[in-house]
């Protein structure tokens, strides 16, 4: 079996080394945008190219021929590629595109859950304009959040008090967003502790992955600009130290009525990982956003802990027979860290040679933005390397990953904070305080 894996950032090398480890018969193909050591030592062989361009990436896997695709990033997504290789009779792990508006429309998810009564949303509006932008912030008071309606790679959200300190700044942003063309969405803002919960979606069925905290915030204590992710971490018993049993089943129970809200719209299942970011209020779960494709770094968590083919999942995601998989992950704890470069996510420093020789676990090593030159491992400009630690405990795994990441030497820094006691006791007495 032949399989093109579409992609190149640490997510996609989770993916390689989960496709990998499969019992299958197989050949792994990459197709890439930078050159991924990590990877390319997975697969048989590694393209870079335009992975957004649906007529070479279509060409690609017929060249190559590739039984079946998986997208990891979403602007392929947004592209179409997985509409594209599907008519092409490539099977692919990823929605096609008027699906993927789940990830692409911050307008078109909330309209969904309005429109089909699922829970979790909050009070939002869209607008192209200016118009009545200020009467709604005024309605929201100091809650509000405004989002570009579209992707920015987890850079286009502004949160009151985090990043936007008066309604004068909000407008500022808005007016920003409307000189350039873009549509946005003005919403409530949520009080709570924030958490991902992604599900293998066959368009019918759903088998839930372990529940994952993210830390978007570039510095310690979560200040700082917003990035893709700092770091991540999760529980042995796939739930999340703050969280209730009947948080869990509620955002189960979103994921699931969103995939048969989307199969209901547009008369076709959705095929891939649904990837909720929610948030535990005291009012119940609610949803942030949806993405169309598996977490990064939340990836890197929950696929070191697979215990299932990966590749029978994969088959069961496209042939619809998901029903027929008994997915299990290990009952272990993990810390995800990044280690990004001097200045990310601004003006990082790109080119400046890395040292990685001295980690212990290469294993639990992934590779991102990084690049080969003159022999020579580089950071490419966006989020470098990234490390796990896997043990019983959220606090043993910690230290696992904080001594492996800070072994990488460059010009880097990563947040030392993600998964340490004092972290998860302080999130655990927030939500106390709500509940």
Known sequence: MKILLIGSGAREHAIARALDRSLHDKKIYCLASNMNPGIAECCHELTVGNINDSKFVVNHANELGASMAIVGPENPL????????????????GPKKELAQLETSKAF???????????????????????CVAEFLNELGE???????GLAGGKGVKVAGDHLHSHDEALAYCQELVDKGNEFVIEEKLIGQE???????????LKHMPAVQDHKRAYEGDTGPNTGGMGTYSNAN?????????????????????????????????KGVLYGGFMATSDGVKLIEYNARFGDPEAMNVLPLLNTDFIEICNGIADGTLDQIDVQFQNKATV??????????????????INLS???????????????????????????????GVADTISEAEN??????????????????????????????HMESLR
């Not at 509409?83 to 692919?92: F, Q, R």
């Not at 958490?195 to 069925?205: A, K, R």
């Open 109 to 131: 998810t909330r309209n969904l859950l309005k429109e089909y009564d699922i829970p979790g949303g909050p009070k939002y509006e869209s607008f192209g304009s200016m118009d």
């Open 238 to 270: 796939h739930s999340l130290p703050f969280l209730t049993d009947e948080d869990i089943d509620e955002a189960h129970a979103i994921n699931m009525a969103t995939a048969r809200a989307l199969k209901d719209k547009f008369d076709e299942g959705y």
């Open 358 to 388: 001295k980690i212990n676990n290469p294993g639990r090593l992934f590779y991102a933005s990084v690049d080969i030159r003159d022999d020579q491992l580089v950071e490419a400009g966006s989020r470098t390397v990234a490390v796990v």
């Open 78 to 93: 947004a592209a179409g590629v997985a509409d594209a290789l599907w008519d092409a009779g490539v099977k692919v792990v």
């Open 336 to 353: 995800c860290k990044y280690a990004v470069p001097e200045g990310y996510p601004d003006s990082p420093v790109k080119g400046q040679p």
């Open 195 to 205: 958490f991902s919960l992604m599900s293998f979606c066959d368009g019918d069925t």
């Open 143 to 149: 809650n509000y959040v405004v989002k570009y309606d």
């Open 400 to 429: 696992i990953a904080e001594k492996e990441i800070s072994a990488v030497e460059g010009p880097l820094f990563h947040r030392n904070d993600i998964g340490t006691e004092q972290l998860v006791n302080e999130r655990i007495a």
